[in-house]
């Protein structure tokens, strides 16, 4: 009894043993699971063809989709700027200075008017690039009212021809449009040279009647402004002759469209005696009492009488005397 069970347990472990020996060696064969991967591999074929097909369902989907309505924004009152600009070495660069601050305003068209007999290249290649809704005019001011070489800037009043010429072409083109006589719009003169802030724009936008502000850096002084008590200008802030009916600097007002409009024989007058210019413009539209202050009661100075200092050319002209001076092709 005791051998035969001896007999049986030595049987067991040698088979155990072989199937051991047998599963170790299948440890290191490749096996072959084609047949077990085929099932899987259709299903994952299966599912990318139905996610093309989605993907191609949501692409024509939105093709043909129909957007939606956004809710129409009410229109803002265009500003109309009138821009008097002459030519000298600095006006590119002042006009493009200008052209980008004005790309920041919506609803704006810019009024340039070129003093000189004829458009100039200079002038019509910069609008057209200029990304801006725009008129280009020209009007020359008259020789006998012309700044002569070494003249103060103050002897004769400039942009006088040019301005008038900006009114003239505006009242024109407002009545040859439907509705136009009754447009909202504001009009603005910027001299080329100044400097703007965004502000000022969106705070001349809402003007009724004749709007106000102050200017910095103007007539000798930080700044000129409208003095304002209870939401009237009662008085002017100015170094010179406070006594003139509105004295204030060309870039410290606009006007309604609609005044303008209303009022076509009003313009400036090439005669006035110095620093009565704005004067002669306004005193025909509005009454002191009739201003609208802005800029916080004029109390902020969000636009600047600027001057670019004129280049010296010192060393052009002696280069030029030889023969080797910058090539005039070059537009600067």
């Known amino acids: 009894m005791k051998l035969k069970l001896k007999t049986v347990f030595v049987l067991y472990f040698m088979v155990s043993l072989m199937g ?30 139905e996610l093309h097909r989605l993907q191609e369902q949501i692409r024509k989907s939105e093709a043909t989709k129909q957007p939606q309505k956004q809710p129409a924004k009410p229109s803002q009152p265009t500003i109309f700027v009138i821009t008097p600009t002459y030519a000298r070495l600095v006006q590119k660069a002042e006009l493009t200075r200008l052209s980008q601050t004005f790309l920041h305003v919506p609803q704006l068209h810019w009024i340039v008017v070129e003093d000189s007999p ?24 008259a020789k006998d009212r012309k700044l002569q070489e070494g003249d ?59 709007s106000v502000w102050p200017v910095g850096l103007v007539g000798g002084m930080k700044y000129e402004r409208p003095v304002v008590e209870g939401g009237k200008v009662i008085r002017f802030h100015t170094g010179w002759r406070p006594s003139r009916p509105f004295p204030m600097d060309m870039a410290g007002f606009a006007v309604s469209l609609k005044l303008v409009l209303a009022n076509p024989e009003s313009c400036f007058d090439g005669e006035a005696p110095m620093g009565f210019l704005e004067s002669s413009f306004l005193q025909g539209l509005v009454t002191m009492d009739e201003l609208e202050p802005k800029a916080d009661d004029c109390s902020k100075v969000l636009v600047w009488h600027t001057r670019t200092e004129k280049p010296k050319m010192k060393r052009e002209e002696a280069l030029q005397a030889q023969g080797l001076g910058s090539d005039p092709a070059v537009q600067v």
């Not at 800037?153 to 009545?175: A, I």
Request: hydrophobic share 30%.
């Open 20 to 49: 051991l020996v047998y599963a170790l060696m299948q440890l290191g064969q490749r096996c072959d699971c084609t047949e077990h991967d085929l099932p899987k591999d259709r299903t994952i074929s299966r599912l990318r063809g």
């Open 118 to 141: 004829h458009k100039t290249p200079l002038v019509s290649d910069l609008l057209v690039k200029s990304g801006l809704a725009y008129t280009h005019l020209h009007m020359p001011t």
């Open 152 to 210: 103060p800037s103050w002897l004769k009043p400039r942009g006088v021809e040019q301005r008038n010429e900006g009114l003239r072409w505006l009242r024109e083109d407002r009545r040859a449009q439907p509705g136009g006589d009754t447009q909202q719009g504001v009009v603005y003169f910027a001299d080329d040279d100044n400097t703007y802030s965004l502000q000022i724009f969106e705070e001349m936008r809402d003007t009724m009647r004749v």
